[in-house]
């Protein structure tokens, strides 16, 4: 349809930004942890063999996140080629901390950073954030959806007439919630024991620091 050419023209700019953002911001997180990483090997001199190889694992993650960065384009086009020569509506159902698209393959979306952009089609407005899966190849998400189609998930919706006995502070730690975040069990299980062991190591490099100091 015309408006969804007119739509992904309009709005590539903005999309790009959010894109970019997105690598940006975990693209210096794995410099952070490099630089606190070769600071503590050059000063204390222990545990290098680890270092080295945390410090390649780190940078080999920096790298990949870098050339995904500049597929923008390749990933942009080909939400435009899904949605033409006619348009994907998409059923959208709210939760606490996600929006599902319901098709297939139930696509999570984080709540966090998400922008809803009107269509040149009054009906439709285009959903534009990113993957709520820890562990996703494909982290945009860019669907049409009717917002007069949103629904409630059920236990969000029980929340929101205040029918829960969970804090709101302590929701987003539910097993439910937890388990629903994980692009798959093993990804989940293993991704995340690399990812809180060198969590651990700058944690432990920071707290040495601190002592030095004081």
Known sequence: MDFVASDFEYYERTIKIMYQNYYWKRIVICGIALVIIMIYSGIFQDNLMLNVLLMVAI?????????????????YHAFLAENQPEVQIRKIQEEEYSYNVLA??????????VRNLPSNN????????????????????????????????????????????VPRILRRFTLRNLKASAGNAMSFILGNLFLLFILYRLLRYVWSFLRMLF
């Open 59 to 75: 940078a080999g993650a920096g790298g990949y996140l870098f050339l995904e960065k500049q597929k923008f384009s390749e990933v």
């Open 104 to 113: 297939k393959g139930k696509t999570r979306i984080n709540k966090k950073g």
């Open 122 to 165: 009054k009906q439709y407005t285009m959903m534009v954030g990113f993957s709520k899966a820890f562990f996703s190849r494909e982290p945009l998400q860019i669907v049409y959806y009717d917002m007069l189609d949103l629904t409630y998930e059920e236990n969000f919706r029980l929340k929101r007439n205040g029918y829960t006995k």
